[in-house]
Structure formats: structure tokens, C-alpha cells
């Protein structure tokens, strides 16, 4: 059974940074591109980084690129967001997700999703 399990998220004050953490199991996670979308409250999922199964690209949403980096470990099966300089319209629940097609920006490309973890940033 694959799961991927987020965590990390909490309340946060504009400018400050937040890491989060997916790890996966149950998947050949080397095998599987990763990526972190969000969504906030009455609005649709949106993209937010992916990162190649080999971890050697990585590509960001515009809202966030310069801010954050997603990295993975294929040793430890985690994929990791850093979050930095955020916002509060970086508030939402983020999602990691696995595509072993390659990734892409959406979300209806990506075959396992975890539960989410809340962001909030408060101005």
C-alpha cells in the first residue's frame, strides 16, 4: 500500500521559513517523480514545485520560485519543501504526490497523494 505522509506545517509570520516534509513507502520512490501542490480555502489545487525521480530538475511555480526548493532524498524515501520569505497567501494545505510518468504541473497527472499538512502565514 503506498502511503506518502506530509508533515511540517504550522503557523508561521510573514517573512519567516518553514520546511516540510513528505516521506513515502510502499512505492520504488526512486522510481517516481515528486511533487508539492496547495490549496487554500475555496480555491483549486494549484502546483507548486516538482522534482525529477533522479532529483537532478527541479521546477517551481512562479509564485514561489526564489523562495522555495524542493529536494528529495532516495536513500530515506522523503521529498522536502523549504519554504522561505513566506506570505500569507502561501497560507494553504500542501500536498505532496508521486508520478512515475515523470511529473507535471497537474495534479490529474500524479496516481498517489498524501492527506496534506496546513500552512498558515499570518501577515
Known amino acids: 500500500q503506498v502511503q506518502l505522509v506530509e508533515s511540517g506545517g504550522r503557523l508561521a509570520q510573514t517573512g519567516d521559513s518553514l520546511r516540510l516534509v513528505c516521506a513515502a513507502s510502499g512505492l520504488t520512490f526512486r522510481m517516481y517523480a ?10 483549486e489545487r494549484e502546483f507548486v514545485a516538482r ?3 533522479s532529483g ?3 521546477y517551481y511555480a512562479d509564485s514561489v520560485r526564489s523562495r522555495f526548493t ?7 524515501n ?9 506570505k500569507p497567501e502561501d497560507t494553504a494545505v500542501y500536498f505532496c504526490a508521486a508520478d512515475r510518468r515523470g511529473g507535471s504541473v ?3 497527472d500524479y496516481e498517489y497523494w498524501g ?9
Open 34 to 43: 515528486m511533487g508539492w501542490f496547495r490549496q487554500a480555502p475555496g480555491k
Open 51 to 53: 522534482i525529477s525521480a
Open 56 to 58: 537532478v530538475n527541479a
Open 70 to 76: 524542493i529536494f528529495r532524498d532516495n536513500a530515506k
Open 78 to 86: 522523503t521529498v522536502d519543501l523549504q519554504m522561505n520569505n513566506l
Open 106 to 108: 497537474y495534479p490529474r
Open 115 to 123: 492527506h496534506g499538512t496546513q500552512v498558515t502565514v499570518s501577515s
